[in-house]
Structures are given as C-alpha cells and as structure tokens.
C-alpha cells in the first residue's frame, strides 16, 4: 500500500464525521459517497487504524488516503468498441448484457484488458476504471478514466450531473410527442423527460412508441421505473414490467444510451460521443408493424 494523501485535522473543527469530512480534504475523493465508499473498502486509516464510517473526526487526527494494491482485472475475451482516447480517459461502448463492473469475470473491466492504449502519463491508472455505470442489460457509451486526475474530476462531473447522456427506449404502448415524468422514487424527487421519435401498431401493445429520453436525476433503474409508472414498459424489461403486458424479452432490453457530452477534465474543450441505437430497435418496430398490417387486412 502507499499514502495518495495525508491529512492533520485542525484545532478548530467543528464535531463532524469522518464520512462528511474526508472528502473536503483530500482532492482525489470527489464526493462525500467516494469518501464513504473509501473508508469502507480500507483505504483510510487515522492514527494508523482502520477507519470506519461512524468516526467522529478530533483535532489532531492523523488521516490517510491509501493506495489499495487491487487485483488485476483478468481478461475476459470479448471485442469493445472505443469511440474516443486520448491519453487521459476513453469511451467506449458496452454491450448489452455485460455489466460495468463487480465480483464476476464477465465485466466490462475484464473485457477492455488490452483493449485501450496505456497512458504515459505519471498518473496513470494501472488499468481504465470506469467513473459511472450502465445497467447490465442496457448498451451505450461508458466512460473510462486513464489518469488519477481524470478518474476525480470526472467522478466529480458525474456527481453534480454535469454530464448530458441522451437514451433511446422502445416501449409498449402509446405516448405524447413529448412529456415529464415527475413520480418520485425511492422517496426523492425524480424526473425524466421524453420525447417521441416514432410509433408503429402492433399486434401484442397495439403500439409501440421510440423514445428519446433525458435524465435530470439519477435515482437508480429511473428511466425503466418511470415508464413502467407511465404505463408503457420498455420492451424487455422483466423487473418493472407489469404481469399483464408482454415482455417480449427474447431480444433482451430495448433501452440503449445514444450520447453522452462532457468537459474534458484535463484539457480545454468538451467530449461529445454518439452511439447508434441496436439494430434491433428499427428491427422490433417494422415488424411488429409488418405483422399488425397483415393480421388486419
């Protein structure tokens, strides 16, 4: 292990704990959850112990940001388009299915071994680290940090909701040209706005409705909880979708991120990325149009 940031509490601070403390002095924690998430992993100690969350922080205190040595990633054989690099970060597009990251082989992490140009910068990541997620079934645009610098002051973007991500879904039923949903979730305020691309019958929804969709919170499955609560389940979606609509789920997910815009953290200038919805999306509607019109001849 080796110390990325040491800090001495002061004589004057107020009573507060370590959990909502930590991230206001150390630059490489972003947020108060990357500083909760520190301390739970063991990357902390103050005064040469392991800390915990429920610490109250004293003056004097000895704190230490460490440098966890984590294992490698191990290569997991599977083709990953990278839609942008440089030499601080990457975006690349996850396929369907495949999640971010976690206990599993299967993961995007494992998949990208090899895969992005190592950065000859002296803060380097040992390997990309992706500074946010998708869900498992849904494909788009996931953006990887090269550098320490860059992995801070993206998850930092990601947090305060800097970053503009653009979605495409297909679901079962009608909609407005446009519209907001406003349903809280989890008990906080939510909202996701929409507008409709395209609609065509069909013989299981009598319409499916192409969205395009933006995110103005980040509660976690938003978009999926919002259309289930709209009443027009995206296509697929086993979780929310209610027991007397189709699911259709042989396709998988038909929910897919197409844009995602952000500052460059490291240079002037923003990084815009765009990524094509499935095929199965354009695939899905023509056929079930296709059916519709020749059951109603």
Same mark, same amino acid.
């Given at each position: 292990m080796e110390v990325v940031e040491e800090h001495i509490v002061p004589p004057d601070i107020a009573p507060v704990r370590l959990s909502d403390y930590i991230h206001q002095v150390f630059e490489t924690l972003p947020s108060r959850k990357g500083g909760k998430k520190a301390i739970q992993r063991g990357a902390v100690q103050v005064d040469g112990e392991r800390a915990t969350t429920a610490l109250w922080v004293k003056?004097?205190? /000895?704190?230490?940001?460490l440098e966890l040595h984590l294992t490698p990633p191990k290569p997991f054989p599977v083709p990953v388009s990278v839609l942008y690099e440089d030499d601080f970060l990457a975006v690349v597009h996850k396929p369907p299915g495949l999640p971010v990251s976690g206990n599993h082989y299967r993961t995007l992490v494992n998949a990208l071994v090899g895969q992005l140009q190592p950065s000859p910068l002296s803060d380097a990541l040992p390997w990309g680290m992706p500074v946010h997620r998708l869900d498992a079934p849904t494909s788009g645009p996931v953006v990887i940090a090269k550098t320490r610098s860059a992995q801070v002051k993206l998850g930092k973007a990601f947090e305060e909701r800097e970053v503009q991500k653009i979605y495409q879904a297909v679901v079962c039923g009608r909609t407005s040209d446009e519209g907001r949903i406003e349903a809280p979730l989890d008990g906080k305020a939510a909202l996701t706005t929409f507008r409709k691309l395209e609609e065509y019958r069909s013989?299981?929804?009598?319409w499916?409705?192409?969205?395009?969709? +933006?995110? /103005?919170?980040? +509660?976690? /499955?938003?978009? +999926? +909880?919002h259309l289930a609560h709209l009443g027009t389940p995206i296509l697929g979606d086993e979780a929310y979708t209610?027991?007397?609509?189709?699911? #259709?789920?042989?396709?998988?997910?038909? #929910?897919s991120a197409v844009s995602i815009v952000f500052d460059h953290p490291c240079e002037q200038g923003k990084v815009k990325v765009e990524a094509p919805p499935p095929e199965k999306f354009r695939a899905m509607m023509e056929r079930s149009e296709r059916l519709f019109l020749r059951k109603n001849k």
């Open positions: 003056p004097g205190m /000895h704190i230490v940001l013989l299981n929804c009598a499916l409705s192409w969205l395009e969709l +933006r995110l /103005h919170t980040g +509660r976690t /499955h938003q978009i +999926r +909880r209610p027991e007397d609509k189709p699911l #259709l789920h042989k396709k998988g997910l038909f #929910l």
